[in-house]
């Protein structure tokens, strides 16, 4: 069935470093990429998302790469800071299923000060 | 506005107990959904209902009953509460006009003894 492979489980990048998580999907009918980030004892909230028709969406410190020949997506985050410590969520999902999202199982991004 | 509230915050049950999850949202969104988030397992759909009147299933139904009372409102309903069910549980909505951004609760922690 439909599945999403979040890597890796646990980031722990230094303060001001670079940090990179990577999901592979299965589907190749999924159009739609999200990334949520859920701090600790709070809601997941979506940060950035990408579609099928781009390879790359940059939102200032965050970007999403897109390669739908590999059915894989990344999420950057550059110039790392303390506030983005957190589980960041990857999904997928297609218009044919009206959008019901098929997630990864979560990156715990530490960032070290 | 106050977005997706849930109630309770949380809840501890006896096995076999039955409870009621109540969601509401206030955006005048059309699709709601329930997940279950349990460690190291990411978001799994319990039901969801694409319109007022109308639900399916999702990944992970069993044990579990929705009513989409109105458009504002759709609650989960534990029969006979087990163990396995101990998790936290969201609920989102997404509108029309973007059914694949889900705006979430801020969940309810469910302990079933």
């Known amino acids: 069935g439909e599945n999403v492979e979040q890597h890796p489980s646990t980031l722990s990048v230094q303060e001001g470093d670079s940090a990179v998580i990577k999901c592979t999907y299965s589907d190749s009918a999924s159009n739609y990429f999200p990334w949520y980030k859920q701090e600790l004892g709070k809601r997941p909230q979506l940060i950035i998302d990408?579609?099928?028709n781009v390879g790359e969406k940059k939102d200032q410190r965050i970007a999403v790469t897109l390669n739908k020949t590999a059915k894989h997506f990344s999420l950057h985050i550059t110039e790392t800071q303390p506030e983005d410590s957190a589980v960041y969520f990857c999904a997928q999902g297609k218009v044919a299923s009206n959008y019901q999202l098929i997630w990864g199982a979560g990156t715990k991004l530490i960032i070290k000060p | 506005n106050a977005g997706v509230t849930q109630t309770p915050k949380f809840q501890v049950l006896k096995t076999g107990q039955s409870m009621t999850l109540q969601c509401a949202q206030d955006m005048n969104h059309n699709s709601m959904y329930w997940y279950r988030q349990d460690p190291g397992m990411g978001l799994r759909l319990i039901y969801y209902s694409a319109s007022e009147g109308t639900t399916d299933k999702g990944e992970v139904p069993n044990g579990y009953n929705v009513s989409r009372l109105n458009k504002r409102e759709f609650s989960l309903r534990l029969e006979s509460a087990a163990p396995s069910q101990t998790s936290v549980y969201f609920c989102?909505?997404?509108?029309?006009?973007?059914?694949?951004?889900?705006?979430f609760g801020p969940g309810t922690r469910l302990l079933v003894l």
């Open positions: 989102a909505s997404s509108p029309w006009t973007s059914p694949e951004t889900q705006y």
């Open positions: 990408i579609r099928s």
